[in-house]
């Protein structure tokens, strides 16, 4: 698990956290900002099912689930040993409130070194600075860590406080397309964006 100043980035558990993740996966605000498919009703065998797909995905790459930092000395998950994760009725002790979600655009991308995301959080978590804060640890994680070469994602061209959080971070737009989200009754456009490894070395370490 890895921690930023105010944040643990932790796995995701079908044991606690499949429950929320049911209510997440029924959300239509959320699913309509990170799924090109309309948003529809799920059962929690279905989002089982879901899950399941997205964590043991071929690339391989993770899925992490946001939470809470625990307080440093006193919390016991601070230790960082997994079973303290859990309270002892088996809930999680710390509750995701976000997801990053890191896939692969091809088969290929051992030769590309190409990641792709996709990131959420709850309604209450959002403008607290948690997603500036998160993506510049995952930025740090794909290409020192993993190797990237690059990060891309799309985003919708009406989302201006997620276009805004990614160019902090270092995206660039690359590409725009035409009509691409159907959201709510009316089209909204789709930006490509990217992010190159030499861009993130020439301002870190
Ligand atoms: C997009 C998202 C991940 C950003 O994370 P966040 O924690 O809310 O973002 P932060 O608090 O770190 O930063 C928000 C920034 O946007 C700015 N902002 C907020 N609303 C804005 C708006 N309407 N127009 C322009 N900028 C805006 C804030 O001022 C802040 O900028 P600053 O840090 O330069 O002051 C989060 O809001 C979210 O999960 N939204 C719903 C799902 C979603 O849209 N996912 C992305 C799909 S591609």
Known sequence: MFYTDRLMIRSFDPDTDLNLMTQWLNDVEIMSAISLHPPVACSKADAKKFMEKIVQKESKLPFFLVCEKPTPG?????????????????????????????????????????????????????????????????????????????????VSAANVRALHVYEKVGFKKEGLRKKRFWINGHWEDMVEMGFLEEDWFATHQ
């Open 74 to 154: 006193t919390d016991p998950a601070s230790l960082g040993k997994h079973e303290d994760l859990f309270s002892k009725d088996g809930t999680a002790r710390y509750p995701f409130f976000g997801i990053l979600n890191m896939g692969s655009p091809d088969e290929m991308h051992f030769a590309t070194r190409v990641v792709r995301w996709g990131i959420a959080f709850d309604r209450d978590h959002q403008d607290r600075g948690y997603g500036s804060e998160l993506l510049q640890w995952a930025a740090e994680y794909c290409f020192k860590t993993l190797g990237a070469h690059k990060v891309e994602l799309d």
